[in-house]
């Protein structure tokens, strides 16, 4: 029998540019509930945690039930978002071929995501990605990150030992999740947080592009203080 190894990918900042569209669904909801308009970096500076838990950091002198509000606003205004034409959230260069190759190399795959399921499925769909990944971790199943109940749940259902995950992410809380579960850390360079927020919050290392991928998870995996 193989031995199984599972490589757990955040989506926004990681696999898809989605930062456009979730400013301007936030700038929209806070408008809808007459609290002004966000600065961008502190929408971008939440990207990654649930959607209440994201209102909460973002209005920390609100009440919850404010929080829970601009949350429904946003989930509608993200939707109307949707039905452009112009609303495409790419995938980051390489991410196909980076899949492609893991999956060669033997490894399972995985997401651990503060979207919902149902933004997750659109976005597998628009990308040609369904069944790619054996576990899919949302925010409608699970405390919010840096909890790291989504990944060991995912390690769970992919019957894989928590010391041969590792999650690949671009913001902190994605790090200090990876770190709590006791599993493997992997930065990227090119979504929402800052290199020395990756590293501060565990990142064992950080990678500028997805080339190699399969080699840099073999290499944490193996030698599990990589920096």
């Known amino acids: ?62 009440p919850h039930s404010t929080h829970r509000a601009v949350a429904e606003a946003y989930k509608d205004a993200f939707r109307a978002l949707h039905l452009l034409p112009d609303a495409l959230e790419p995938l980051f260069p390489g991410v196909v071929e980076a899949l492609d190759r893991l999956e060669e190399d033997g490894w399972l795959l995985g997401l651990a995501t503060g979207k919902s399921r149902r933004g997750v499925q659109a976005m ?66 090119w979504g929402y947080h800052t290199l020395e927020e990756l590293h501060s919050a565990g990142a064992r290392m950080v990678i500028d592009s997805f080339e190699n991928l399969s080699e840099v998870l073999t290499t944490l995996i193996r030698d599990p203080s990589c920096v």
């Not at 669904?25 to 408008?31: I, L, S």
């Not at 007459?34 to 971008?44: K, Q």
């Open 1 to 62: 029998m193989s031995h199984l190894r599972l490589a757990v990918f955040d989506v926004d900042g990681t696999l898809i540019d989605s930062e456009h569209n979730i400013i301007a669904a936030m700038t929209e909801a806070w408008a809808r509930i007459g609290l002004g308009a966000p600065r961008p970096e502190e929408v971008r500076g939440i990207i990654g945690l649930s959607l209440v838990e994201a209102c909460a950091v973002m209005l920390p002198w609100a």
């Open 124 to 189: 597998l769909d628009a990308h040609g990605l369904n069944g790619r990944f054996v576990t899919v971790q949302t925010a409608d199943d699970n405390p919010s990150k840096p909890d790291p109940a989504m990944l060991l749940r995912a390690a769970a259902e992919a019957g894989v030992d928590r010391a041969d995950v590792v999650m690949i992410g671009d913001t902190a809380y994605d790090m200090a999740m990876a770190s709590a579960a006791r599993m493997g850390a992997l930065g990227v360079s």
